[in-house]
Nanobody, 126 residues
Framework: QVQLVESGGGLVQAGGSLRLSCAAS????????MGWFRQAPGKEREFVAA????????DYADSVKGRFSISRDNSKNTVFLQMNSLKSEDTAVYYC???????????????????WGQGTQVTVSS
């Protein structure tokens, strides 16, 4: 049974930083590209960042480029999202997702992902 468990969310002031983690189990982690998505109240879920299975390729939404950084540790089956210079508009529930792939792809759409975590709340106060 595949499980993705996010952690690290919380309340932070604008300009601050948070580091999200997503621990995966029940899958061969190094065979999966990983992504982070978020959903703000009243809005659709949107792409934030993705990383290839090797960690060599990454992709970011324009809204977070230069502020967020995705990384992974395949020895610990964990993917991270370092979020700096947080803004009030970053407030959302953040989800990690996994998709099996043999390529170095970094999928950016929801339908490309096979497994999802339950999400972790990030609230940025202005």
């Amino acid at each position: 049974q595949v499980q993705l468990v996010e952690s690290g969310g919380g309340l932070v002031q604008a300009g601050g930083s948070l580091r999200l983690s997503c621990a995966a189990s029940g899958l061969t982690f190094s065979r999966y590209a990983m992504g982070w998505f978020r959903q703000a109240p009243g809005k659709e879920r949107e792409f934030v960042a993705a990383i290839s299975w090797s960690g060599g390729n990454t992709d970011y939404a324009d809204s977070v480029k230069g502020r967020f950084s995705i990384s992974r540790d395949n020895s610990k089956n964990t993917v991270f999202l370092q979020m700096n210079s947080l803004k009030s508009e970053d407030t959302a529930v953040y989800y990690c997702a996994a998709t099996h792939t043999f390529s170095l792809a970094t999928p950016s759409t929801e339908y490309e992902y096979d497994y999802w975590g339950q999400g972790t709340q990030v609230t940025v106060s202005s």
